[in-house]
């Protein structure tokens, strides 16, 4: 009999609320020479509020999905989400980095995003990425 030994994976939060797309706030994390999209956001579970970070391509899309939401007047818990995401730690923080988004969200809505995302690729799409810098909560930040 052979025994293997399994590397744990990361810790892992799922969870399912609305998207609070009022609070989304989005801009640019700087890893060296290289700026990528990055957006932090809220998720209302239940009574609980979950701060979320996403980057790159998701941040594109929770960024998307926000400015559609609030194009179309949407209610805050209208905009619905199931969440998985990774803890990421230091001594002083603890932050849920957002892996994979399902989104409930009505058709129109879904539309919407899809043309906003075919329109930003094609050079169609007028609104700009936040230049802002943004960087996720850590130890050394505040060394």
């Not at 990055?38 to 929770?62: C, E, M, N, S, Y």
Request: charged share 15%.
């Amino acid at each position: 009999m052979s025994i293997t030994h399994f590397t744990p994976p990361y810790a892992i939060a799922r969870f399912d609320g609305a998207l609070m797309f009022g609070d989304v706030q989005s801009g640019l994390m700087t890893t060296g020479a290289v700026k990528s999209p990055i957006v932090t956001f809220r998720v209302l579970a239940g009574a609980q509020v979950h701060p979320v970070w996403a980057l790159d391509a998701l941040a594109v899309k929770v960024y998307s999905y926000a400015y559609a939401a609030r194009a179309l007047n949407l209610g805050e818990t209208q905009l619905q989400v199931s969440v998985t995401a990774s803890w990421v730690s230091t001594c002083d923080y603890s932050n849920l980095i957002a892996t994979q988004i399902e989104w409930h969200a009505p058709s129109n809505v879904r539309s919407f995003v899809e043309r906003m995302i075919a329109e930003a690729k094609s050079g169609k799409f007028s609104a700009d990425w936040p230049s802002t810098e943004m960087r996720i909560p850590s130890q050394e930040a505040n060394v």
